[in-house]
């Protein structure tokens, strides 16, 4: 199989083995700094990848993703600050845990739960994915185009609290992707005279200033709340796990893997609906539900398992169809990109060996993530009290400004930086979604060339999309899932004002 060469290639290279180990390290790292998340040292990181070749810079920013999703959990456990949003679900138990003196177990299971969970999900991509680009190469333009439609309904509607801004976020994301010339007609569209806009806006600047300066701004704002770590005592940080202990959080931990697993193929759900999906699951079919919220063991492994799970299948709809299924795949399209890399249902043609190869640095990465995190997690977390913020957070926004800079060598990237940061912090006060908007800046420019693509092809218009019977579903399935949300959504706001009432 061609992911057994894809391992021997990977670790027969010293050089992309140390890559991987340094993935592994950051990831974590961020990810247990209450209020950076894995996104946004991807996003700072890509210039970096520009000098890089397209193997250790796709696996360096790809294991980041895997192991920041792990490192969330440390922030989760002994700060009560989930270090990403998947790893909110694992503070509910995870710090009580710690506030019984057993953030070392805790830690352990959340990093057995995050292995075997991230492997589920790996194992069931590498089977997987060339099935569905195969399938997905039959696919014309006209299903295409309502296979990004789909998405941008599900990606606006699902992501977070609200439909109606979801969508509109959905909605910003593709008119900013509009600004440019026209790549038909090469008209100018929405630049207002101006030159620097004639090339559209940079993914890379966009993607740190939403990401990492908002985040940043955000942080600011909060500068007068600070995290506490439980004592990190041997007692607190150090007690051990046995089987015996472990044995009953199994089945939780394989059935979570498959529910994580099944909502990463779905673009834009990401990996906080598969914690608390999972999470909600596991209290269902508990032996002891009343422990759960107290400090189980079982309620971290549940969603820590659904949340790594998510990273493998999620890149899936990435590869096969050029859609992310989440804002790190949304970021590793522009890696893709940088190094001439056609993603879609051809790249199993063109670039078979890299996938694989990438697919195995992702294995040796969960690996390495997991020995790092079952011995290391505690001192982790002792090392992030450490870094006072008042340092941290300058040293973030000056990189992230070289960052910018760096990416096309254009002053004008460091303004856009600048106005997505504001806008990003202003999404996020005002309940707006910054992942729709940036997934939907992404697909747009796939989903216009096929759109185009498609009216050439037609004698009726846009009828065409309605009467293949493949589009037809595609377009069936993004409004059901909008209806699903609607319905689920008023049914909660029932459900709490009669609570209130």
Known sequence: MEIFVGLATVLTDPILMGWVFAAAVVGMVVGAIPGLTASA???MLLPLTFYMEPLPALAFLYVIGKSGRYGGSIAAILFNTPGTAASAATQIDGYPLARQG???????????????????????????VAWIAAIALKLGPPELFTVYFAAFIVI????????TRGLASAALGVLINMIGLDPISSTERFTFGSFD??????????????????????????RGKTAEMVPDGDDAARNGLTWAEYKPCMPHVIRSSFIGSFIGMLPGLGSAIAAFVAY???????????????????????????????????????????????TIGAI????????????????????????????ACGLIGIVMYGVIGYYGAAYVGRFITRIPTQ????????????????SRGNLFDVYVMVAAGFLGWGMRKLDFNPAAFVISFV???????????????????????????????????????????????????????LRDA
Request: aromatic share 8%.
């Open 41 to 43: 040292a991807i996003a």
């Open 102 to 128: 057993k953030a070392g177990k805790a830690m352990k299971v959340a990093t057995i739960s995050s292995v075997i969970g991230d492997f589920v999900g790996e194992i069931l991509l590498i089977v997987g």
């Open 156 to 163: 606006g509607s699902v992501i977070g609290k609200s439909v």
């Open 197 to 222: 806009l004639t090339n559209g806006i940079g993914l890379v600047p966009l993607m740190i200033g939403i990401f990492v300066l908002g985040e940043v701004f955000a942080q600011i704002e909060e």
């Open 280 to 326: 909600g699951e596991g209290k269902r079919r508990a032996k002891n539900p009343e422990e759960w919220g107290k400090g189980a063991l079982e309620g971290i492994a549940a969603p820590e398992s659904a949340n790594n799970a998510v990273s493998g299948p999620s890149m899936a709809p990435l590869l096969t169809l050029g859609i992310p299924g989440s």
């Open 332 to 359: 590793l399209i522009g890696v893709f990109l940088i190094h001439g890399i056609q993603i879609g249902p051809t790249l199993f043609l063109t670039s078979r060996d890299l996938i694989y190869a990438l697919f």
């Open 391 to 406: 340092v941290l957070y300058p040293i973030i926004f000056l990189t992230s400004f070289i960052a910018a800079y760096t």
């Open 443 to 497: 697909l747009a420019g796939g989903a216009e060339e096929t759109f185009r693509q498609a009216l050439l092809l037609s004698d009726n218009g846009v009828l065409i999309f309605v009467t293949r019977p493949i589009a037809l579903l595609f377009l069936l399935l993004g409004f059901a899932a909008l209806a699903v949300r609607v319905r689920s959504l008023n049914r909660q706001a029932r459900a709490n004002a």
